[in-house]
């Protein structure tokens, strides 16, 4: 099959319009034109870009000594398979512990690409036991009260340590004393 612009062959190898304008350049990426015009119309034959990135990605792992061709995982349920655990605690690490996954966007939903030997590189990281979730343990209390409202003394028991500053001020009525309340104790 023909690709006949920038914008199908980014879409056909999931980069950006630079980048593959770029990688005709610098890594000779397989492109036709019509003519002589160096800035005219593109098309490109699928199965040679199929062939390019191959050929690309082997020099590559040549260069870098990779002897065998890494496990792509294309997808958080493949991810999470391969770590047994849920889609939305691998995506939960991804966010907030560093865990190695590839965005071929820029978008929140953009997608994505994980190599197995770097996620498991990345939990022999965290010893024998994986990471759990960094979000604080469910507690059974409500909380006092919604963010902007004021509570009276006489709605919430607490206790508070005050500096002398503070306890001077409290004794005068509690005029310019706010108290803040905040999530998880």
């Known amino acids: 099959?023909?690709?006949?612009?920038?914008?199908?062959?980014?879409?056909?190898?999931h980069?950006?319009?630079?980048?593959?304008?770029r990688w005709e350049v610098t890594l000779r990426m397989p492109v036709h034109r019509d003519g002589?015009?160096?800035?005219?119309?593109?098309?490109?034959?699928?199965?040679?870009?199929?062939?390019w990135m191959a050929n690309v990605a082997k020099a590559r792992r040549a260069r870098e000594g990779i002897s065998k061709t890494p496990v792509v995982l294309n997808t958080w349920k493949e991810i999470a398979g391969h770590m047994h655990r849920g889609v939305r605690t691998?995506?939960?690490?991804?966010?907030?512990?560093g865990m190695?996954?590839?965005r071929l966007g820029t978008t929140p939903r953009a997608p994505i690409v994980a190599f197995q030997?770097?996620?498991d590189g990345w939990m022999s990281g965290f010893g024998s036991t994986p990471p759990r979730g960094t979000a604080p343990p469910p507690t059974s209390q409500r909380p006092l009260s919604k963010a902007g409202t004021s509570l009276n003394?006489?709605?919430?028991?607490?206790?508070?340590?005050?500096?002398?500053?503070?306890?001077?001020?409290?004794?005068?009525?509690?005029?310019?004393?706010?108290?803040?309340?905040?999530?998880?104790?």
């Open 15 to 21: 980069r950006g319009i630079r980048t593959v304008q």
């Open 153 to 185: 003394a006489e709605q919430v028991d607490f206790r508070v340590n005050l500096n002398a500053e503070d306890s001077a001020l409290l004794r005068k009525g509690g005029a310019g004393i706010t108290i803040t309340v905040l999530p998880g104790g």
């Open 1 to 13: 099959m023909v690709l006949t612009s920038w914008q199908e062959i980014a879409a056909y190898l």
């Open 36 to 51: 002589s015009n160096p800035r005219g119309p593109v098309k490109a034959f699928k199965h040679e870009l199929d062939a």
């Open 100 to 102: 190695p996954v590839r």
């Open 90 to 97: 691998v995506q939960r690490w991804e966010a907030t512990l």
């Open 117 to 119: 030997h770097e996620l």
